[in-house]
Nanobody, 126 residues
Framework: QVQLVESGGGLVQAGGSLTLSCVASGRTFSSSAVAWFRQAPGEEREFVAVISWSGGATYYKDSVKGRFTISRDNAKNTVFLQMSDLKPEDTAVYYC???????????????????WGQGTQVTVSS
């Protein structure tokens, strides 16, 4: 079992920045890819970014490329999502998820992930 706790969310003005953290406890996740997803009210949960088990490869949703950066520190069992130039459409609850794989096949597919955190709210005001 892996328990995930996200933090770092909050209220920020458009154009601002936030860094989210996801800390894992229980079984180590250093052999798994980890992703961030988000879910806005009334919307389906959507993929944001994923990082491979080693941190050597990353993949992003098109609309966040160049604005968001995913990284990980396996020694601290932590994955980060640095978000800059935030837009109102980035408003959502952000979730981290630990993959069943070391890398990914279809990173947007929810079933590719075995463990999920409870989420952290990000609100971007215009």
């Amino acid at each position: 079992q892996v328990q995930l706790v996200e933090s770092g969310g909050g209220l920020v003005q458009a154009g601002g920045s936030l860094t989210l953290s996801c800390v894992a406890s229980g079984r180590t996740f250093s052999s798994s890819a980890v992703a961030w997803f988000r879910q806005a009210p009334g919307e389906e949960r959507e993929f944001v970014a994923v990082i491979s088990w080693s941190g050597g490869a990353t993949y992003y949703k098109d609309s966040v490329k160049g604005r968001f950066t995913i990284s990980r520190d396996n020694a601290k069992n932590t994955v980060f999502l640095q978000m800059s130039d935030l837009k109102p459409e980035d408003t959502a609850v952000y979730y981290c998820a630990v993959s069943r794989l070391r890398d990914w096949v279809t990173p947007s597919r929810l079933s590719e992930y075995a463990y999920w955190g409870q989420g952290t709210q990000v609100t971007v005001s215009s």
